[in-house]
């Protein structure tokens, strides 16, 4: 990077932060951010560093060279370190702000700082934080009869995350079989997942976790499961069997897979062939669950209702949660030191659950996320549809998927360094949107125009490998 070659004066750049960004036509530009905190952008083609931005720079350049150091190896993360947030914007260490499609992986519906979040936060944080689960605790049952109140379920058991979730309706399953079937000398045990499936890296969930590569350098996972193609009816009729069969596992649409939602017909078929084989029927709304279709629940629009459903990423605001949603059938199979945890349902994060399942479950709320979805597919179709690379604009409400021909990575890492963050999806090869649910209509456009600018890095990329 070459020195200050610019007119601003130098006492003007100390006040600020700089953030040098692509623009559309990708010249280089800047972000001045003054100090009073109103952001003008300014197109200088040039290429600038202040003494404040490289020291600050040198902050992000700290820190993942001590993450490299000692963090154990799992991801690979972008190269950005974020530090605040505040509704649909993230800021990096440097002042950097981002465009946050996001959240966190589906799980700040609320955004960041949400102040019903912060305030239930603090006032629970000095009350009670934990207790375990040898005693009651108020905030826990009551999440539990909201939870109840609003879905198809009787009871509740809380974990801390989703693939927690997934072990326990596992464990509830085949306690479950057992229980229904006490005379069987071996009661059904066996799963049926689906390609593209992701239940968890648990070694339960990852069982049924479709991507070879997350299962087979840990091998042996939990033996039994059966995968099967997402939304072929006859697969399934050729494998559930009764007295073999426990349960089958399904996303009704799915996250980590590529955005893929299931059809009605799939989901009535699954219902009634659990039914005759005696299996129940798992829904794991981890990711597409609590509002993000824009129903409360995702299979509510589809009208089909499961024996067992496990939640987590949105329900705690940020903050780590997981529930396993039963019918008084499956309870009924349950005792006592059949299932626990030291930490789940603690007072802290169900207080901060019952605020965020309170806003969340408004109907204006719901609605909301509807029209902002429709209007964000829309628009992407109207600047992205018959684009070279882009196959398929697909999802519901704020969980979207648009299908490439090519990896989505270097799409991925343009937008973040034009100040947007999205995800990927599928094999790669999928961009996805899961922003907060209280984005603004506004910050959807921003998305689409920033998205569209960078689309050309695709023919970049393809053309040079
Ligand atoms: C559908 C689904 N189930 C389960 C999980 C696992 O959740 P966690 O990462 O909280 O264990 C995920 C995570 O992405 C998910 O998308």
């Known amino acids: 990077m070459s020195s200050t070659r610019i007119s601003l004066n130098q006492s003007t750049l100390n006040m600020c932060y700089i953030r040098r960004q692509f623009l559309p036509d990708r010249e280089r530009s800047l972000n001045v951010k003054i100090s009073s905190g109103r952001v003008t952008r300014a197109s200088l083609n040039v290429e600038v560093e202040s003494p404040v931005e490289k020291a600050a720079s040198n902050k992000s350049k700290e820190a993942m060279e001590a993450a490299a150091k000692f963090l154990v190896g799992t991801y690979a993360r972008a190269p950005i370190v974020l530090s605040s947030g505040k509704g649909s914007k993230l800021y990096?260490?440097?002042?950097?702000?981002?465009?946050?499609?996001?959240?966190?992986?589906?799980?700040?519906?609320?955004?960041?700082?949400?102040?019903?979040?912060?305030?239930?936060?603090?006032?629970?944080?000095?009350?009670?934080?934990?207790?375990s689960n040898v005693y009651y605790s108020v905030p826990q049952i009551e999440l539990a009869r909201r939870l109840v109140e609003s879905s198809f379920a009787d009871r509740v058991f809380f974990s801390?995350?989703?693939?927690?979730?997934?072990?326990?309706?596992?464990?509830?399953?085949?306690?479950?079989?057992?229980?229904?079937?006490p005379n069987e000398k071996e009661p059904a045990t066996e799963f049926i997942a689906f390609t593209n499936s992701f239940h968890g890296r648990t070694m339960g969930a990852v069982a049924l976790t479709s991507k070879e590569q997350y299962r087979s350098p840990f091998e042996p996972v939990m033996p039994g499961v059966t995968f099967v193609e997402y939304g072929n009816i006859q697969a399934v009729k050729e494998v559930i069997r009764k007295g073999k069969t426990a349960a089958v596992f399904v996303e009704p649409i799915q996250g980590e897979g590529g955005i893929r939602s299931a059809t009605k017909e799939f989901l009535q078929f699954l219902r009634s062939a659990c039914d005759d084989a005696g299996a129940l029927l798992v829904f794991d709304e981890v990711q597409c669950g609590l509002g993000r279709t824009g129903c409360l629940w995702a299979h509510e629009a589809y009208g089909v209702f499961p024996d067992i459903m496990t939640l987590a990423k949105p329900l705690a605001g940020g903050m780590p949660i997981g529930a396993v949603l039963v019918t008084?059938?499956?309870?009924?199979?349950?005792?006592?030191?059949?299932?626990?945890?030291?930490?789940?349902?603690?007072?802290l994060v169900c207080q901060v659950a019952l605020a965020t399942l309170h806003k969340i479950s408004n109907p204006n709320f719901l609605s909301s996320v509807t029209k902002k979805g429709e209007g964000f597919k829309r628009k992407l179709a109207e600047k992205l549809g018959g684009k070279p690379h882009v196959k398929e604009i697909r999802g519901l409400g704020l969980i979207?998927?648009?299908?490439?021909?090519?990896?989505a990575s270097?799409?991925?890492?343009?937008?973040?360094?034009?100040?947007?963050?999205?995800?990927?999806?599928?094999?790669?090869?999928?961009?996805?949107?899961?922003?907060?649910?209280?984005?603004s209509e506004q910050e959807l456009d921003q998305a689409v125009e920033i998205l569209t600018s960078c689309l050309p890095i695709l023919d970049e990329s393809s053309s040079s490998n």
């Open 400 to 407: 979207i998927g648009i299908e490439l021909d090519v990896s």
């Open 92 to 131: 990096d260490l440097e002042g950097r702000e981002y465009l946050d499609m996001t959240s966190g992986i589906a799980v700040n519906s609320l955004g960041h700082s949400d102040p019903d979040v912060v305030k239930a936060v603090i006032d629970q944080a000095n009350t009670l934080v934990h207790v």
């Open 410 to 439: 270097p799409l991925v890492d343009a937008c973040r360094e034009s100040g947007l963050l999205v995800l990927t999806a599928g094999k790669g090869n999928v961009v996805r949107f899961v922003p907060p649910l209280i984005v």
């Open 328 to 347: 008084e059938r499956v309870s009924s199979a349950i005792n006592y030191g059949d299932h626990g945890s030291t930490f789940a349902g603690g007072p």
């Open 160 to 181: 801390n995350s989703g693939t927690e979730a997934n072990e326990a309706a596992i464990k509830f399953a085949r306690k479950f079989q057992r229980h229904s079937n």
